[in-house]
């Protein structure tokens, strides 16, 4: 193989190396510590976000966010069918109904458009996935959502850094949802996430949710004698409006948060360098339209990776991936499968789903290998190779003549 679509996004720089080392020589607790502080101040004055809390992965993150939408029987979420699968099952285990919402054919992304007609009364929550690193049109989502009075949820898992509007992703709804794991432009040593709010209360609520219903015991006359009576922390139930949640354990360690902030310093360097690099693929592949790629010459796409549609059948995409790897090393991939196709969902009751858009570009999707660490021959031989593939198929010479 020689150029594989690798499961991590990035190589470690030595500055980020030796924060990682001090991290793990000088961090007392090793987690929940200063580091944790330190990475969700940062991240609030990178990002805008009002409260962020750092989280063991993305999921978490989602998961906490879905406790505190206090889900009732019959509330319904929108989600799109195309997106991984955390961004929908952490909610359907509070027995939530899925109504799965179509994408954009251009922009891969839902829009208010394809959402309005799925909104009922018992609509509770609207999830947006910035899918690919592109963030939808959250200006009119917003104004579908207050219309209606439905809170609204971003996956910015891998829309880090992007923007619309001079307004990064995660702030236009009322969570903001970001993971930081192996695949993505900002990484904390495999896993990680972020969950950001900007109601006080949720706030308030979110470090007892994250770290076991812990809680300081009351401070002042009435607090307690000595430090260690009657226990080091008291544990109660998260409560808001008379209703409980039960608490979990999605804390982070010390060493990935202080990577983290150090990452920070270069996300938008990370960015930059990801969309040159995509607008130069696409743009050297303009003569061939069998590919359709999305376009964007903008701060509102970070490229976390680079998926293009492919003109024709299901048949001609898979020749392609056989060709790109088998007589290239080049390993291109397929993402992601409408979740409604799922064996998970099917049982769960949501095995239908009317999206046209999202169904024809998952059969029809190539997704290139495009991590910030690829090389430049590698990427010079990827595009030789994608030029090479395209231009057999064109003359009809099939796999292996």
Known sequence: MQVNFSGRALRYTEEEIQVVVEAMRTADPLTQGRFQNAFQEGFCAFN????????????????????????????????????????AYPFARYGTKLVWADIDPATRVITAESIAPLITPRTKLIIVVHLYGYVADMPAIMALAQKHGILVLEDACQAIGAELDGVKAGNFGDFGVFSFHSHKNLTTLGEGGMLTVKDERYAALIPMLRHNGHRAFPAGPEGRPDYWIPAMGDVDFPELDGQ???????????????????????????????????????????DYPELEFHRVDSLRHNYHLLPARMRGTALRRDDFIRRMFYEYGVKCVVQYCPLNRYP??????????????????????????????????????????????????????????
């Open 244 to 286: 409980r949640l039960w608490p979990n354990n999605y804390c982070i360690g010390e060493v990935e948060c202080a990577l983290g902030l150090k990452q920070l310093e270069r996300v938008e360097r990370i960015n930059a360098e990801k969309r040159t690099r995509a607008l130069a693929f696409i743009d050297a592949l303009h």
């Open 344 to 401: 998970l969902y099917q049982k769960l009751g949501f095995g239908k789903a009317n999206c046209p858009n999202g169904d024809d570009f998952y059969d029809h999707m190539i997704s290139f290998p495009f991590q910030h660490c690829l090389t430049p021959e590698e990427f010079e031989h990827m595009l030789a190779s994608t030029r090479a593939v395209l231009d057999a198929q064109r003359s009809g010479k099939a796999h292996g003549q």
């Open 48 to 87: 805008g976000a009002a409260h962020a809390f750092a989280m063991m992965n993305g999921t978490a993150a989602l998961e906490v966010a879905a406790q505190l939408c206090f889900f009732k029987e019959g509330d319904e979420v929108i989600i799109p069918s195309h997106t991984f699968t955390s961004s």
